[in-house]
């Protein structure tokens, strides 16, 4: 639980050999691939059902992000959480706009039922609609209202640590406080800039690099995940340090990039802030 | 009529809340997310029949764009224009390449005819292909023959107003010279530099940004339109001001959208050039 | 041979003028693009099977990229390749992935019986995928263990001229040391540096600016494929010159663009490395 061992699980990233399988939207793919090999591991993107048995046989993890699902990729999607599961690879779930509509709360709900995942990451209010079974999210952003607050910790790490027992897995909600907990311990992490949330993809970015920390860490998920919670954010704080007058929201994605690929353990050590509840 | 108007219409964006759905092309549709977060606005993509309805539903406002239309997201866009006319949202149209390929030409004219649109935005090569019906567009950059310039300005400005009393809507044609109009009333915008022709996707950017535009600004779609058209061709110039030697179109694409996010009504009202004819 | 001929390729395509058709992946594709506008040619991209015939008969060359294929966009590119075939244009195989699943190696070996490349541009382990029928490339990156060394030059430029000769047309294999071939004359290539190997789609940009090296240089078609890896390899070196403290491969993406939209034909003439052997 010590900074040394979120530089660790880094440190295991860095060193590379962590091959990603990603069935994931169109809208954020290319900084999800850039960011997965600024943290040392390697992506594939693949999403046809026909091609997503063999691609993720090779790699260590599949990201399933649902962000812009079709049929056609909701039953690749199905089809490589099966074969991950049958070969013990690492699996995440993103569900994209769970609760902004039926196919997408349905599709995150038969993936929770049909595919065992060893972390599920989302907004809040993606995630309350997973354990409410329907939801009212607005968009793909979080509700206001669901925010984690200094005011409701409490009560919101008790929510995630239940749901990660229910599940048997690492939950991680992340937003301007972000929780990352298995059914015993949670991190609350206050790493990151309010700035990411007028980036596109910071959240897919998240996932897809994490599913990576996982492969480079397969005893150590709960440690994994978030290590790459403490990453991004901080990575947040270094790139928006390092923007320069007139630079906005395009720039500051690629300086995130920039700061994860630049990243130490050492660095993270110093940078990562955390309790651990 | 006024800069102040324009000035109000950004303002207006740069609030929140506005939510644009968009069914727009892969090549672009990151720099589309990110332009319109930085305009204050909020995106959301999605393309799959059974899930456009839902998703327009929550949203303020439909951007349809058919750069890489397939027969499924074709039946999307039907759906989700029929969705967003009953529930009267904002609905914009990006005809693409009409004139490049059957398809693209027959789906732009087949969406003017079954969806109300609130603008139709386009090169002058894919809207002459829309008034006629058929078109010559070479690729999806206008015919150098097709310019709007300072020769045929009257008769392009009278060409767009009789087109969009046409469909009873605004017509925004983008170029080195932009007109926008309604039946009665022409923005004739010298924004923008030609730089931004060497990067992909400045016209897609304009059209989902265009949109929460329109959603923020409902009761004034002409001067929401024409808002937007110089805030991106403003975005231009200040991006090309803040090019450093070597620097490219690549750069170029993000510092334009860095623009956008840093853009206060007041530099709006500044930097607009416009005329009303 | 000379650096002049390489320079006068550059030159033809920075003339504008050159349609590319890309039937390519959604990671890459908008750095595709980019790049191609930086070159000075222009990009469409269709991957519709009912559109792609009339678009790449607008255009003067196909990209085919097989690095998220699915069902219907392989159909397109049985289709567009058919008909730039009949219509004479230049046509570029890219099989990202091949080995990596039987589908991708299947395609690949598909595309080359039913469709006649001018180029054939891949790593290392994708191409000797395609001479042996099967393949066991790891993920889209190529296996260390294929490397094209010093040690190993002249059989792989035998290997490269030997597979140019099967297929009668110009073999690219691009990694450390980049070998570009026809039967009688290999080009072997020392611009690039490593840091490039952690930005996704470096050779997917490769591969869409060729082919419009290949449309503006239609009488040299080794020369011209040559200068494009020339091209970019210098542009890799110019990006990575320019890179502050800070900056990581998400800059250096862009700054490799930027340098390809600013260099000229006596830059490459100046920085181009290569022996013909």
Chains 1, 2, 3 share one sequence.
């Not at 992000?65 to 056609?72: A, D, F, M, R, Y």
């Not at 492969?215 to 947040?236: F, I, K, Q, Y």
Request: charged share 20%; aromatic share 2%; with cysteine.
């Amino acid at each position: 639980m010590s900074k040394q061992k979120l530089a660790e699980c880094l440190a295991n990233v860095k060193a590379g050999g962590a091959l990603v399988h990603n069935i994931t939207n169109y809208v954020t793919v290319n900084d999800v691939a850039n960011v997965i090999l600024a943290s040392g591991a390697s992506p594939i993107m693949s999403d046809e059902p026909k091609d997503v048995e063999d691609i993720t046989t090779i790699c260590g993890g599949l990201n399933i992000n649902i962000g812009t699902l079709n049929e056609k990729t909701i039953e690749a999607m199905y089809l490589a959480g099966a074969k991950a599961n049958e070969l013990g690879h690492k699996v995440l779930l993103d569900p994209v706009g769970a609760g902004a509509s039926a196919l997408r709360t349905d599709t995150a709900n038969g993936l929770l039922k049909k595919v065992k995942f060893d972390v599920v990451r989302g907004n809040v209010s993606e995630i309350k609609t997973l354990v409410a079974g329907v939801g009212t999210t607005k968009g793909v952003d979080a509700d206001a209202a669901d925010a984690v607050t200094e005011d409701n910790l409490d009560e919101m790490v008790a929510f995630t640590k239940a749901f990660a027992a229910e599940l048997d897995c690492v939950v991680a909600i992340t937003g301007a406080i972000d929780l990352v907990a298995d059914k015993d311990t949670c991190y609350v992490i206050r790493n990151g800039v309010p700035e990411m949330g007028r980036i596109t993809g910071t959240g897919c970015q998240l996932s897809g690099m994490m599913t990576g920390f996982l492969v480079a860490n397969p005893d150590a998920p709960l440690e994994a995940a978030a290590a790459a919670v403490c990453t991004m954010g901080l990575a947040g704080e270094i790139g928006l340090s390092r923007q320069q007058p007139g630079d906005g929201n395009s720039t500051l994605r690629n300086r995130i990039i920039d700061a994860v690929s630049n990243m130490t353990p050492e660095q993270l050590a110093d940078g990562a802030k955390f309790e651990v509840k």
